[in-house]
């Protein structure tokens, strides 16, 4: 059938990052010339540099859909608005602390928006 991606079964399924996925999927199913192209094309890195209200960036270390080679170090650091803030764990959107699996983000949040508001 004309204009189906050739798309190669297994190597979606051996995918163990986002990048090797979209290098075996999702390049081809929209068109892009690679991964990085999708990455950059998709980014809201081009955007940072507009925000000027406190914006706190939280990313884990093994979050295994924005890995650490996917964070706009340099545009974060260049704009005095943004903090980036690393954990060593916490997956991806999964933020939890002790046996209890007590949340551990809403806690971060709100010290974050308490400090903002004490700074202004």
């Not at 884990?60 to 706009?72: E, F, G, V, Y």
């Not at 809403?106 to 700074?119: D, G, I, R, S, Y």
Request: proline residues 6%; hydrophobic residues 40%; charged residues 20%.
């Amino acid at each position: 059938m004309a204009g189906q991606p050739d798309l190669d079964a297994e190597k979606i399924v051996a995918a163990r990052t986002m990048n090797e996925f979209n290098e075996a999927y999702a390049v081809k199913v929209f068109g892009y010339e690679s991964a990085e192209q999708l990455n950059v094309s998709g980014s809201s890195v081009h955007y940072l540099k507009n925000i000027k209200v406190p914006t706190l960036f939280i990313n884990a270390l093994n979050d295994p859909i924005c890995d650490k080679s996917t964070i706009p170090y340099e545009e974060i650091a260049n704009n005095p608005y943004l903090l980036l803030a690393h954990t060593k764990y916490g997956g991806h959107l999964a933020y939890f602390e002790g046996l209890g699996l007590k949340p551990w983000l809403p806690k971060q949040l709100a010290q974050f928006v308490q400090a903002m508001v004490e700074w202004k």
